[in-house]
């Protein structure tokens, strides 16, 4: 197969990546959120040339998408880069709390600093950083116990900045996701595909998802994977062989032979977390 050249750079985007560098002057720290299945390719490289002398935290969301093993292995990865990172599902809460305790503990060192300068204390003010749809609005939902931004699994919800309060220490600003305005590392934009964290109008379904299967086999061939032929196999009742095969039988058994509708089935199941934790990238 031809190398597939994804690229999506939609307008709000362009808008909100001017509007945050005047919002990065107004904020202590950035809360940078990373997707679990895909650590690195959701890494902006931008982000050090944007939060230069800023406190940052890493959080990583969709901890429950990887298998334990996957998530120690990048823990210790991470701790090897002098970084610690902080897990989380936003969906239903687990480590939130710990993050949202991690933001405060940096503000009461920002306010010591306020204090001894003679000036008032106040709440910390962060930015949520992030590639789209890698769950950064969730995550400010579960900070403030209730629903006050829009979220969605799907990339280009939030198109505008928004500050929200949590509590009387934290000040949070919801910004839309940010990507490179040119996608240079055609395998990362793939797992951005792959995991819906890109826009769909920058791809083909099919030729996505052919490229899909092939990672599910070479997950199989490692420990930090469940057994995801295994679940696919049992899931749609048709053996895995070649990939453009199997989505031809697939879609006979599931879709009246519609290919494209297969496609979309499969990838939709795997951002459902219905073919078993899958991490598409190691350390």
Known sequence: MSTQIIQWYPGHIAKAEKQLTLSLAKVDLVIEV???????????????KWIKNKKHLLVVNRRDMITPESLAAWNTWFKQQGQTALWCN???????????????????ELNTRRKSRGMQQRAVRALTLGFPNVGKSALINRLVNRKVVQSSRRAGVTKSLRWVRVGQQLDLLDAPGVLPSRLENQEAALKLAFCDDIGQASYDVESVAIRFLGIIEQCEKTSFSSKPVNVLEERYGVKLGKAHLWLESAAEHHTSGNTNRMAQRLLDDFRKNLI????????
């Open 34 to 48: 990373r997707d679990a299945r895909i650590p690195r390719s959701t890494s902006h490289p931008c982000l050090q």
């Open 90 to 108: 936003a969906k239903d809460g687990t480590g939130t709390k710990k993050i949202k305790e991690a933001a405060i503990q940096l503000g009461q």
């Open 276 to 283: 078993g934790p899958i991490a598409l990238e190691l350390p």
